[in-house]
């Protein structure tokens, strides 16, 4: 989906690296999550946002911090990479629902991170 | 904890419809259930959603069972850009995340 746009497409960095993957959205959703995909498995959720000020963590949370600058942007960091840590990492947005569970979440195109 | 069950891989030939199940025994009263497939390594795209009744758009069709233990995508004509990934998901009962499983790869064959 070309509203949700994530920066770089492509990254190799080294262990002991710091890496930041960002993410920006065009849909005014306030909702934003970070997922990663391991080969052959499906997404598992890291951090998810529900505002500005809200930070929540997810399934799989250790060794990734994210930073929300913006209700359009959210980042994923990641403060000294290690290999088990290669993956695809997809972002993804959603509007606020007040309270509904209903939560149609749009998924940017992935940026796909290896970690010698 | 695994919400849903969906059988690893299916077959379907092009121009037919693709009839993909799911089992989601433990769902509760106010959780959707939202289908989504995958491309290659493509993110994501949302196909459809629904609560109790059944769904139609443009895409497909959700039919869930009058128990909503379980329920069916349809694609109608499948074609084979319809290879794909394709996960079946309720939202969590902490009302939080999605919880995305493995899903069935669809392999439309001419």
């Not at chain 1, 710091?18 to 959720?45: A, V």
């Not at chain 1, 994923?76 to 840590?85: G, K, V, W, Y």
Request: aromatic letters at 10%.
């Amino acid at each position: 989906d070309a509203d949700v746009t994530q920066t770089p497409r492509n990254r190799i960095t080294k262990t002991g690296k710091r890496i930041m993957l960002e993410c920006s959205q065009t849909k005014g959703h306030d909702r934003m999550y970070w997922y990663r995909q391991d080969p052959g498995l499906g997404l598992r959720l890291i951090y998810y946002s529900f505002d500005v000020k809200d930070i929540n963590k997810g399934e799989i949370s250790d060794g990734y911090s994210v930073s929300r600058q913006a209700q359009a942007k959210f980042s994923l960091s990641l403060e000294s990479a290690i290999p088990n840590q290669t993956a695809l990492y997809f972002c993804a947005t959603s509007p606020s629902t007040s309270g509904s569970m209903e939560d149609t979440q749009y998924f940017g195109p992935g940026t796909r991170l290896t970690v010698l | 904890d695994a919400k849903t069950t969906q059988p690893p891989s299916m077959d379907c030939a092009e121009g037919r419809a693709a009839n993909l199940p799911c089992n989601h025994s433990t769902i509760s009263g106010n959780e959707y259930v939202y289908w989504y497939r995958q491309i290659h390594s493509q993110g994501p795209q949302y196909i459809i959603h629904g609560l109790k009744n059944n769904e139609t758009n443009e895409m497909a069709s959700l039919i869930i069972t009058e128990d909503r233990k379980s329920s069916t995508l349809i694609l109608p004509h499948a074609t084979l850009r319809d290879t794909a990934v394709y996960y079946c998901i309720v939202r969590s009962r902490t009302g939080n995340q999605f919880y995305f499983g493995t899903g069935t790869s669809l392999t439309v064959i001419p």
